[in-house]
């Protein structure tokens, strides 16, 4: 019990809340809140499609390097990223919303490191455009 939280602390640590993003207007974004802490730490962008956390106090965008799936407003169910030490795999059920956006009702980030440690997350989120 006490090495996986130990691990636990290792891969998540050095992620941090996101702060309040701008979108530049016909900018599309979709942000992912942890369920555990209902803190905001991801932001994907579709065009270009990109990863934003805050990895150790600094807002990171990491590109995609593989999607899967049919996107919703540009968004694939399956997407994943890399840094120069970890990958990134998102993955997602993306509902269109009624009035334009779209809401994310399960989700995982997942985290996994070089050495094949991992972190699942459960997420949720949601998805707008800036007018």
Do not use: H, K
């Not at 992620?15 to 530049?24: F, G, R, S, T």
């Not at 956390?53 to 399956?78: C, K, N, Q, W, Y």
């Amino acid at each position: 019990m006490v090495i996986a939280a130990l691990l636990l602390a290792q891969l998540a640590a050095p992620l941090a809340e996101l702060p309040q993003q701008e979108l530049a207007p016909g900018q599309c974004a979709l942000f992912l809140w942890d369920r555990a802490s209902g803190r905001r730490i991801a932001m994907l962008q579709a065009n270009p499609p990109i990863l934003r956390l805050a990895i150790d106090g600094r807002s990171t965008d990491l590109p995609r390097e593989t999607a899967e799936g049919t996107a919703v407003m540009g968004f694939a169910p399956i997407s994943r990223y890399r840094s120069a030490s970890r990958s990134y795999e998102v993955r997602l059920t993306i509902l269109p919303a009624t009035v334009g956006g779209a809401v994310v009702r399960d989700g995982s980030l997942t985290i996994a490191q070089e050495n094949g440690d991992s972190l699942v997350l459960p997420v949720a989120g949601l998805a707008g455009c800036q007018q």
